[in-house]
């Protein structure tokens, strides 16, 4: 099975509300960072929050993790209808140089 | 633009034929990567540079040869591909180790 799996696959909210999407994990990781992707387009990095790290904030986002559960929440917040892509997690696991491994990520939908 | 640029960012071929996707970063990064996404399955790490030498190689078939002749260049020469090798193929770059990574738009493959 997969490092990284996530929750919701498919999320559909109208502008204005809150998006809440969940990430596991299974091995020791260095951090963990959650990346967009707009339809056929390439990722761009959202947020990385390391492994002693419990909370992080960007702007609407807010990033919480939680080692004992290895698992990670992104929280969108006041979403608009831009913010319609896929978001996908990875982890970067502890000793490794360089490699992430993704999740297969959640489909946001944000209705006007 | 996340400084990492692809081409060609479409890209048809058929089965015998041999063709190269190429990548530039302008971020002044030492490690590159080449990744696969298909359909309904997570992104797939194929492989990995650091200052030019490849440090992983993710069970690739030889049909897929990477070559990385600088910090800042990555290509990915195809030969002999079969028809599910369509996927999009995207390039990112970091400073390496567990650093977030910045992806290029894509090229998206069609074999036929």
């Known amino acids: 099975s997969q490092q990284g799996e996530e929750d919701p696959q498919a999320l559909s909210i109208q502008e204005g509300e809150n998006a809440t999407m969940n990430c596991s994990y299974k091995?020791?990781?260095?951090?963990l960072q959650w990346y967009r992707q707009n339809s056929g387009r390439g990722l761009v990095h959202l947020i990385l929050?390391?492994?002693?790290?419990r909370e992080k904030h960007s702007g609407r986002l807010r990033v919480t993790l939680d080692t004992s559960k290895k698992s990670s929440s992104l929280l969108i917040t006041a979403s608009r209808a831009a913010d319609t892509a896929s978001y996908f997690c990875a982890t970067a696991i502890s000793g490794n140089t360089g490699k992430l491994i993704f999740g297969q990520g959640t489909t946001l939908q944000v209705k006007p | 633009e996340t400084g990492v640029t692809q081409t060609p960012r479409h890209l048809v071929m058929g089965m015998t034929n041999k063709k190269s996707l190429k990548c530039e970063q302008h971020?002044?990064?030492?490690?590159m990567y080449w990744y696969k996404q298909s359909a309904k399955k997570p992104l797939e790490l194929m492989f990995v540079y650091n200052f030019k030498e490849q440090t992983e190689n993710n069970s690739v078939p030889s049909r897929f040869s990477p070559e990385c002749p600088n910090s800042s260049h990555l290509f990915l020469h195809l030969h002999t591909l079969q028809p599910e090798d369509s996927a999009l193929y995207l390039c990112a770059s970091s400073r390496g180790g567990v650093n977030e990574q910045y992806f290029g738009p894509g090229t998206r493959l069609t074999v036929t």
């Open positions: 929050i390391r492994s002693n790290e």
């Open positions: 971020l002044g990064h030492n490690a």
């Open positions: 091995t020791s990781i260095n951090n």
